[in-house]
């Protein structure tokens, strides 16, 4: 009996051992829990500090980003806003302009049809006057080709009087021809026997007796 009690005793003994073993394994892991847990918090506390810092970020940049587009949506706009205005302006200036264009080109228009009409009244005019003086002139020609008829009739009767004349005066001249061809011939005869009397001379006679009448002659 008192070795089993002994037994008994050693197992307690053992698993009182065992429980303590396992309960400072249990503290041990219980405090890396811990350690581990308040590195967790600090983590999780600065995440919490960088996430805030990141919202006040994002706050600060919606805020900054809402103004500008404020800013930018007013300058649009006052832009378009004067766009239109100059648009208006000028597709008044425009139709003022092309108004003034019309105007004046119904006035030059008007002016045109006018001296059109003015015109018109004087080529009309112009060609009854030309009509006229064709009129004229035709009857003036009519009348110069008549009388240059008769003038050239009158002509015609003068030409054949001149022809005439002219073939009396060709016979004329036909007998002064031979006649003069006569004379000539005995010119040439004379001349030739003068030659013939100086070769005579200047062979027979010395110059110093011929040459001073020959000079007196002259």
Same mark, same amino acid.
């Given at each position: 009996?008192?070795?089993?009690?002994?037994?008994?005793?050693?197992?307690?003994?053992? @698993?009182?051992?065992?429980? =303590?073993?396992?309960?400072?394994?249990?503290?041990?892991?219980?405090?890396?829990?811990?350690?581990?847990?308040?590195?967790?918090?600090?983590?999780? =506390?600065?995440?919490?500090?960088?996430?805030? #810092?990141?919202?006040?970020?994002? &706050?600060?940049?919606?805020?900054?980003?809402?103004?500008?587009?404020?800013?930018?949506?007013?300058?649009?706009?006052? &832009?378009?806003?004067?766009?239109?205005?100059?648009?208006? *302006?000028?597709?008044?200036?425009?139709?003022? $302009?092309? $108004?003034?264009?019309?105007? #004046?080109?119904?006035? !030059?228009?008007?002016?045109? !049809?006018?001296?059109? @009409?003015? *015109?018109?009244?004087?080529?009309?005019?112009?060609? !009854?006057?030309?009509?006229?003086?064709?009129?004229?002139?035709?009857?003036?020609?009519?009348?110069?080709? %008549? &009388?240059?008829?008769? %003038?050239?009739?009158?002509?015609?009767?003068?030409?054949?009087?001149?022809?005439?004349?002219?073939? &009396?005066?060709?016979?004329?001249?036909?007998?002064?021809?031979?006649?003069?061809?006569?004379?000539?011939?005995?010119? =040439?005869?004379? #001349?030739?026997?003068?030659?013939?009397?100086? =070769?005579?001379?200047?062979?027979?006679?010395?110059?110093?007796?011929?040459?001073?009448?020959?000079?007196?002659?002259?």
């Amino acid at each position: 009996e008192q070795a089993r009690n002994e037994e008994q005793w050693n197992w307690h003994m053992e @698993t009182a051992k065992r429980l =303590d073993a396992r309960l400072e394994e249990r503290a041990s892991a219980d405090m890396a829990q811990q350690v581990r847990l308040m590195e967790l918090e600090a983590g999780a =506390d600065r995440l919490r500090a960088s996430v805030a #810092s990141i919202e006040s970020a994002l &706050a600060t940049t919606q805020r900054t980003m809402q103004e500008l587009m404020t800013q930018r949506q007013d300058e649009l706009r006052k &832009a378009v806003r004067d766009e239109m205005v100059g648009r208006e *302006n000028h597709i008044s200036r425009f139709a003022k $302009e092309l $108004e003034t264009s019309w105007q #004046s080109l119904e006035a !030059r228009l008007q002016r045109c !049809r006018e001296e059109a @009409t003015t *015109n018109n009244s004087t080529v009309a005019e112009r060609a !009854r006057v030309l009509e006229l003086r064709c009129a004229q002139i035709e009857h003036d020609l009519s009348t110069h080709v %008549t &009388a240059q008829a008769e %003038t050239n009739h009158r002509l015609t009767e003068r030409a054949s009087t001149v022809a005439s004349t002219v073939d &009396a005066l060709e016979m004329s001249l036909k007998s002064s021809d031979v006649v003069t061809h006569t004379t000539v011939t005995r010119v =040439d005869e004379l #001349s030739e026997r003068l030659a013939m009397v100086e =070769d005579e001379c200047r062979s027979k006679a010395k110059a110093d007796f011929w040459k001073p009448q020959m000079e007196a002659l002259q």
